[in-house]
């Protein structure tokens, strides 16, 4: 029996950000002190946590995001209006 990994395909980019450093954009702005960033380069998307360290933006991760956007959204609009 042979014991195989699968084959991970490595761009040109991916192995200048490893060595340089990823340049990271915001691409939405979930309240004042979290944003979710993409790598113009690589593609690799992040966002900030709870430390306000970056993590890995996973489906479950956006999906929260998108949640709590929606009531920082929400409880801005209502404490504008009052």
């Known amino acids: 029996m042979s014991n195989t990994s699968p084959k991970t395909s490595v761009s040109l980019m991916g192995v200048f950000c490893a060595t340089i450093g990823h340049h990271y954009t915001v691409t939405r702005k979930v309240t004042n002190h979290i944003n979710e960033y993409k790598c113009t380069h690589c593609g690799r998307e992040v966002t900030d946590n709870?430390?306000?360290?970056?993590?890995?933006?996973?489906?479950k991760i956006r999906e929260v995001n998108t949640n709590v956007a929606e009531f920082f959204q929400k409880r801005t609009n209502r404490v504008t209006i009052q």
Do not use: F, H
Request: glycine share 10%.
């Open 50 to 59: 709870q430390s306000g360290k970056l993590e890995i933006l996973t489906q």
